[in-house]
């Protein structure tokens, strides 16, 4: 089915399909009316050819312009009364008993009637909109260009980070921070024009030199400053009352005003032990105030110099570092000039042009258009910024067009989870099926968007996907623009709002207060027309969700007071695809919350305090992604039934009505993909009513392992052994695996794990067979391993396995006499595509000959090698010794980060009593999982 776009509408969907099921028969109207719709059809077919044409155009006249909103705005309405008369009618119902069906007739009659009004009211519309369109002969507008890309998945690039942050200017940030001994606070202002990359500069400093502070913190202030939020976020990363004790290091990001400088710099005190602060902003008056009480001083970001921006420019162009063509240096030269030195309209540029032909005329006509092209408003030296975002825009898809003007929704600097993001996109309709599996093509939307460089990377996974993404604030600016001049969303986000459009089609509140009293009026008002209510603040009020009859995306993640009585009547809004509820009060659910029949994702992760799902959840036939509290019960009967259910979150096995048919139902999901479980057995004291629930679920997920599943994770020792202890075991698509429980040793039946990407693992024993087996695995990118047992003999890393691997995190946490080193180390050619290298350890595996041992110097892709005491704190005679270590190690000339976390005990007596009593809860710890083991084995005999 077609989507709906912030151009057309929801013309293709009704197209497609709804207009078709009602005049196939499948849905009884009242006699004549089937013609209606016929002709209703017919036209917008006509007109739909030519609303594509005109969402593709940069400029229309009053004319075209105002045709185009009233068809759009009249495709919704269409849709909302087809979609209500589907609803409150249902099916004909062929295989209903002839009373019934009677019955059922005479009871819709009136709803019948009611349709029948509408619908030959919107006839009536569809006619004058087709006389305008033939008396403006609007056939003659031509878009000025088509653009066709084909979505498609595209390896995601960090583009700017490293010439922004050159040494250079973080070497001169990071002495205005560090060099001298004042001890009183001080305060370093990076000042600037947006697009520079003050934030990225900042954030580097701030990962380089944080270590040295007792605590630290990042927050972003953003145009409207929400003073208690910002607070909250401090403390959500450091402890409450640590300001007034320990040294601090604090990011302030993004700050616009003078006066809200002065209210957040109240909040953080002066202790005079060397606490430092960083802050970014656009104006320079701020700048000079946040210095002007401290001993810093303010640092004003340029541009990149030419060389620089060559690079950058012509690396994202040809994805290499070769020159550029002949043919286009001069063209190449004025376009360069033009971007003034700003990374992002670098990036962004570069990034149209690396999918247009590489030929002069092209480059030319991009070139002539910065500029000169319409922009939104002038802003002195950030016209041409918006001129080249404003390119880039129009050079999208309808379809990315839709999804990008999606991301207004946000509250600006937020870090926004794709994931979330996917699954909002395709509850509003805006993925096109006719593009592949829905999640795949969410998925290549969000890739290009990225590669695009229209929003921006946050978080990238060891496989190169990105869990978190962001919109830079002149990007926001802009899509926030668009989507007043289409109507396409209204966002309160604490600046002045005197009106609202007349029928509200998606509404974001990011603000909390007394603005909240005029929203919440005109969303009851046009109800009838909401499609999306998101809420990302906490808020005082919130409508009555009763009857939103057109509603398909509903978050109310802001609202933690909301109590049962607020979501009692949410099975009203039948058209609902995504729902998330974020409170602590609410205790249950409705039993009406089976009729939302197109519900595609419930998330109630945080909604600690409900129980237990209503049994008609299993009604649910749409439902893809269910989230739930790791405390809330799930109900068995018939739970299999659900089988469009690809995600399974943070289930409780033994949290269920009844856990052994929730075992059962289970393995009949036929689609799940993903799923995260829980299971206590040992609570169990019935040995047979324990072996009989472990054999039916690790039977079940051995049958979903044979089918689609691709994320796993299990938080059960025995049943971890279990599920792969057979060599032979087949688990064909799986991809993602976690085993938080500690089992023996690697299970032998990993061995047949041919598509397993990432493994987190933790074993008490592991030898040189688990080690082969690990390296045997020809897809893992990313390994997490932790040991517990002092490993006997000294394993090597060869060069005949890990063909791929790009992370390994390795935790040793042995406390065991005569673990005295690490006793593993990496052979020359070993672990070729390595790039990051964590290793956690306890001090006694830190010799003094450690990265003489360790053999890193052979890792020639290592960026990063950290290394973390297990303890947190060593004694200052072990900490000598490793500085030792590190001068006269070879590790220290390659070219590569190196990050070591440790801290200091007052003397050596205090460490090694911290470590004795260590190795004394290890060894007990270890003697508790052996007696459970040979009791195991008493009971089995």
Not at 21 to 45: D, M, P, Q, T
Not at 331 to 343: A, F, M, N, Q
Not at 669 to 690: C, G, N, P
Not at 748 to 759: P, Q, W
Request: glycine share 6%; aromatic share 8%; net charge neutral.
């Amino acid at each position: 089915m077609a989507a709906v776009s912030a151009g057309t509408g929801a013309m293709g969907s009704l197209l497609l399909g709804k207009l078709t099921a009602l005049i196939s028969g499948e849905y009884k109207l009242l006699k004549g009316l089937g013609k209606e719709i016929e002709f209703i059809e017919r036209e917008l077919s006509r007109m739909h050819l030519y609303l594509e044409e005109l969402a593709d155009m940069e400029k229309l006249d009053g004319l075209a312009k105002g045709w185009r909103d009233s068809v759009r705005d009249l495709s919704y309405d269409l849709e909302d009364c087809v979609d209500r008369f589907m609803d409150r009618l249902g099916s004909g119902g062929a295989k209903r008993k002839f009373m019934k069906r009677a019955a059922r007739q005479l009871k819709t009659l009136w709803t019948r009637h009611d349709i029948a009004t509408l619908i030959k009211d919107l006839k009536a519309r569809v006619i004058e909109e087709s006389e305008r369109h033939d008396r403006y002969k609007l056939e003659s507008y031509t878009p000025k260009r088509t653009v066709e890309i084909d979505p498609q998945i595209i390896v995601l690039h960090e583009e700017a980070r490293g010439l922004v942050a050159t040494d250079g200017p973080m070497e001169h940030i990071t002495n205005l921070l560090t060099v001298g001994k004042e001890k009183e606070l001080k305060v370093v202002a990076i000042f600037g024009s947006g697009g520079l990359g003050k934030t990225t500069l900042a954030m580097e400093v701030f990962r380089k030199i944080k270590g040295k502070f007792e605590c630290q913190a990042f927050v972003s202030v953003s145009r409207t400053l929400d003073l208690e939020k910002i607070l909250k976020d401090i403390l959500s990363q450091i402890d409450k009352d640590i300001l007034t004790r320990k040294s601090y290091f604090i990011l302030i990001d993004d700050v616009w005003k003078e006066q809200d400088w002065k209210f957040v710099k109240a909040a953080f005190p002066d202790s005079n032990n060397g606490s430092r602060i960083i802050a970014t902003t656009r104006i320079t008056c701020v700048a000079n105030l946040c210095c002007s009480n401290s001993a810093g001083q303010p640092y004003r970001m340029v541009p990149l110099d030419d060389v620089d921006s060559r690079r950058l420019f012509f690396k994202r162009i040809f994805l290499s570092e070769v020159p550029c063509p002949a043919d286009l240096e001069e063209v190449s030269t004025r376009i360069l000039k033009k971007c003034g030195g700003l990374p992002l309209a670098l990036i962004t540029l570069a990034s149209l042009l690396a999918n247009k032909a590489h030929n002069k005329d092209e480059w030319e006509r991009l070139q002539d258009s910065i500029g000169t092209s319409s922009s939104l408003e002038t802003d002195g030296n950030l016209k041409v910024m918006k001129d080249i975002l404003l390119l880039s825009y129009w050079d999208l898809p309808q379809h990315l067009k839709t999804c990008l003007l999606y991301l207004c929704i946000y509250p600006e600097d937020s870090k926004i989870k794709c994931e979330e993001l996917k699954w909002k996109w395709t509850a509003e309709g805006f993925i096109d099926t006719q593009r592949g599996r829905l999640d795949q093509a969410a998925e290549n939307c969000f890739n290009e968007l990225v590669n695009r460089n229209m929003i921006q990377a946050v978080d990238v996974g060891y496989d190169g996907s990105v869990k978190y993404c962001r919109v830079h604030d002149i990007v926001l600016d802009l899509i926030i623009s668009l989507s007043d001049e289409e109507n396409f969303a209204s966002v309160l986000n604490g600046r002045i709002c005197n009106s609202f459009p007349r029928k509200i089609r998606r509404l974001s509140m990011h603000s909390s207060g007394k603005e909240h009293k005029g929203p919440v009026a005109a969303i009851v008002e046009t109800k009838l027309h909401v499609r999306s209510v998101n809420f990302f603040t906490p808020v005082k009020q919130i409508p009555r969700f009763v009857d939103f009859h057109a509603l398909r995306v509903l978050d109310l993640q802001g609202c933690i007071w909301l109590e049962n009585k607020h979501v009692k009547n949410i099975g009203s809004s039948r058209q609902l695809r995504y729902l998330r509820i974020e409170s602590r009060e609410i205790t249950e659910l409705p039993e009406e919350i089976g009729k939302l029949q197109h519900l595609e994702t419930l998330d109630l992760r945080r909604c600690h305090s409900v129980l237990r799902l209503p049994s008609t959840v299993v009604q649910l036939q749409k439902l893809v992604h269910l989230v739930v509290s790791p405390k809330t019960r799930l109900p068995s009967v018939e739970f299999g039934s659900m089988q469009a259910l690809e995600d399974l979150a943070k289930l409780n096995i033994w949290n269920t009505d009844n856990p052994i048919r929730f075992a059962e139902e289970l393995g009949h999901l036929e689609e799940l993909r993903r799923l995260h479980i829980f299971v206590s057995v040992e609570s169990i004291k019935d040995y047979a009513t324990r072996e009989r629930l472990m054999g039916i679920l690790v039977s079940s997920v051995s049958e979903l392992g044979k089918r689609n599943l691709r994320y796993l994770h299990i938080d059960e020792r025995e049943m971890c052994e279990r599920l792969f202890w057979d060599p032979c075991c087949t688990y064909p698509n799986l991809q993602d695996l976690t085993l938080s429980s500690c089992v023996e040793m690697v299970p032998k039946g990993m061995a047949s794990l041919k598509s397993l990407v990432k493994l987190d693992i933790k074993v008490f024993e592991f030898d040189k067979e688990g080690l082969h087996l690990l390296m045997g695995m020809p897809s893992l990118l990313h390994l997490e391993l932790e040991v517990s047992v002092a490993i006997k003999d000294k394993m090597t890393v060869c060069s005949n396995g890990f063909k791929l691997l790009k992370v390994f995190h390795y935790k040793y946490s042995c406390f065991v006499d005569g673990a005295d080193d690490l006793r593993l180390t990496f052979a020359a050619g070993s672990v070729p595509a390595i790039r990051r290298l964590r290793l956690q350890l306890s001090p006694m595996s830190v010799a003094s000959n450690f990265f003489a041992e360790l053999g890193v110097e052979h890792l020639s892709s290592l960026a990063l090698l950290q290394l973390k005491i297990d303890s947190s704190k060593v004694a200052p005679g072990w900490y000598n010794a490793l500085e030792s270590s590190m001068e006269k190690a070879s590790v220290l000339r390659l070219n590569h980060k190196l990050k070591i976390s440790v801290g200091m005990f007052k003397d050596d007596k205090e460490w090694e009593e911290v470590v004795a009593e260590k190795r004394k809860k290890k060894e007990e710890a270890r003697e508790k999982l052996a007696e459970a083991g040979r009791k195991t084995r008493r009971q089995e005999e």
